[in-house]
């Protein structure tokens, strides 16, 4: 059995190194992304790496250079590809027939692109926002898409004759701190520490085994190691906070761990395939947690099992949330447009989605069209919809097909002066042969369990530690082990054994990638449906619902 025991008590973190014997590269063709990524005020395309890809693959088809590649990754001259890496390629400026800004006496006149806001724009000038704000007499920092806005040159005065005087809209001077007064923080969900309960105590150390195949067929699993990765920095923060966990890591491909050490755990967090996380729950017997980490489809072991925690969020869960999202923001001149493929093979996303609409007693327009019906869908799609209000499609399909019409006939209704916003499975993130702009273009709304707001400081400073760590690009299997491991030790260290799953009900929990709050069934096992509602934004930013 192999077996690696690592105990967190202030000693420094150790990563075990696994070596992997070099493989001759056959390069992989590189297909060119279209995901935007805005790391400090520069944009680059996200590509994931596959298997046997090179960087002088890559950079030719980006049509950029390998160093230019180098200077936006720098891990990669220590690290070299590794499968399922996100690097990040930097865009070249494209040709356009108008100039991003023209010089003009005592000012430059600038186009705003997509990815630009005005703090961007003022480093960019070497001016400051308020010069901006002040010259072009703006009374807010948002700009629009291909905006075009005055910039003072440097030396020039900032504002133009006929504009109210600096000190008008200055910001006012700063006053006096007054002395803070302890004030009581709105709590948006229910902590269990609210409660009094007799049977709450904290752990001084937590037991925690991961069950994980890291090999399979002699080679090492990226991904898993990736997920064995993202849970090693949670240990690593705990380390620095002083929580002490010990942490039993068992390579599932070495056979069964022993029972007697898995019961003896606090919880079992793995492993990855729901007849592996089977095989562990036939043999603990419900004397220990089974968390589930990572296939959305092992939660249908809750029927037979006691003691199962599935973490991911079951597909129903999303749709439950996207019915909901439609009828919080359906106004009484909205329409709601039900479109679906007739005749598809996905008709399972179909009804569980209608049925979701009808738990929240939604009325709606009802489309069922075939791709091959071709032009004649803008005229059905004019009949239901409205002009007084917004049409809100939820377009319920998995097919890549199909979604890529309802988008294209959406874009058709648009410009026929139809305000819409589109509502969609969270699967359609994954389809490679829609452009993101027509997303952005339809506002598409998506509830899904994962996404990571770069901009989250949490996020950055993660970035950072695991760059710094490993040498690599966090992956999303990184950022689910981390958030999995960090929210259920916390859970067990504060609550304690055997009863801490019990606060899964009421403790919310907020990761970098995933979040959670689990509802229990009858038989006790523990579903989480916490989601992230996401919004691809017209200013082609896509961001969290607040």
């Not at 994931?48 to 960087?55: D, F, G, K, P, S």
């Not at 006149?109 to 400051?128: G, P, S």
Request: net charge negative; proline share 6%.
């Amino acid at each position: 059995m192999r077996r690696i025991a690592i105990i967190f008590t202030g000693a420094l973190l150790a990563v075990a190194a696994v070596s992997a014997s070099a493989q001759e590269y056959i390069p992989t063709p590189v297909t060119v992304s279209s995901e935007k990524v805005k790391l400090n005020g520069k944009i680059y395309l996200s590509h994931v790496v596959l298997e046997r890809q090179t960087l002088y693959g890559i950079a030719t088809a980006y049509n950029v250079k390998i160093d230019d590649i180098y200077e936006a990754n720098p891990s990669l001259r220590e690290t070299g590809l590794q499968k399922n890496a996100i690097i990040l390629i930097p865009i070249k400026e494209e040709a356009a027939p108008v100039k991003q800004s023209t010089t003009q006496g005592n000012y430059t006149e600038h186009t705003v692109k997509w990815y630009e806001d005005i703090d961007d724009i003022a480093r960019k000038y070497n001016v400051t926002v308020a010069d901006i704000m002040q010259f072009n007499g703006l009374t807010s920092k948002k700009l629009s898409t291909r905006q075009v806005i005055k910039i003072p040159l440097p030396d020039m005065p900032k504002i133009p004759a006929d504009e109210p005087k600096a000190e008008e809209t200055a910001e006012p001077a700063a006053q006096p701190a007054e002395p803070e007064v302890p004030a009581e923080e709105p709590k948006d969900t229910v902590s269990a520490l609210d409660f009094v309960t007799p049977y709450a105590s904290p752990k001084d150390i937590v037991n925690l085994s991961l069950v994980l195949p890291i090999h399979a067929s002699g080679r090492v699993s990226e991904l898993n190691m990736d997920f064995y990765s993202g849970v090693l920095m949670a240990m690593k923060d705990f380390e620095k906070d002083g929580v002490k966990v010990n942490l039993n890591v068992y390579d599932l491909m070495a056979g069964i761990p022993p029972i007697d050490a898995l019961t003896a755990s606090d919880m079992v967090l793995g492993p990855v395939a729901s007849r592996d996380i089977e095989a562990i729950l036939q043999r603990v017997d419900g004397k220990v947690p089974v968390i589930s980490p990572l296939d959305q489809k092992a939660s249908a072991l809750a029927a037979n099992y006691s003691n199962f925690i599935q973490a991911p969020t079951p597909v129903d869960s999303q749709y439950n949330d996207l019915a909901l999202w439609v009828k919080e923001d359906c106004a009484d001149s909205d329409r709601i447009i039900f479109i679906t493929e007739k005749g598809g093979s996905n008709a399972s996303a179909s009804i569980a989605i209608r049925s979701a609409l009808a738990r929240e007693e939604l009325s709606y327009e009802i489309l069922n069209y075939a791709i091959v019906e071709g032009t004649g869908i803008p005229a059905k799609l004019a009949e239901i919809m409205t002009k007084d209000g917004v049409n809100r499609v939820v377009a319920a399909s998995e097919s890549e097909a199909f979604i890529d019409d309802v988008v294209r006939n959406l874009g058709i209704m648009q410009g026929k002066g139809y305000s819409l916003v589109m509502y969609a499975p969270s699967k359609v993130r994954t389809f490679d042969t829609i452009e993101p702009a027509a997303y952005h273009n339809v506002t598409l709304h998506i509830s899904t369990s994962y996404f990571v707001d770069y901009d989250d400081p949490k996020v950055d400073a993660f970035l950072r530690s695991y760059r710094s760590l490993f040498n690599a690009e966090p992956s999303q299997f990184a950022f689910q082990g981390y958030d999995t491991a960090r929210y259920f030790v916390d859970i067990c260290r504060r609550f304690g054994t055997p009863h801490w799953p019990a606060f899964l009900e009421i403790e919310r929990g907020k990761g970098l990638h995933t979040d959670f709050l689990f509802e229990a069934d009858q038989t006790n096992n523990r579903r989480n449906k916490a989601v992230r509602r996401i919004v691809y934004e017209k200013d082609y930013t896509t961001s969290l619902a607040k």
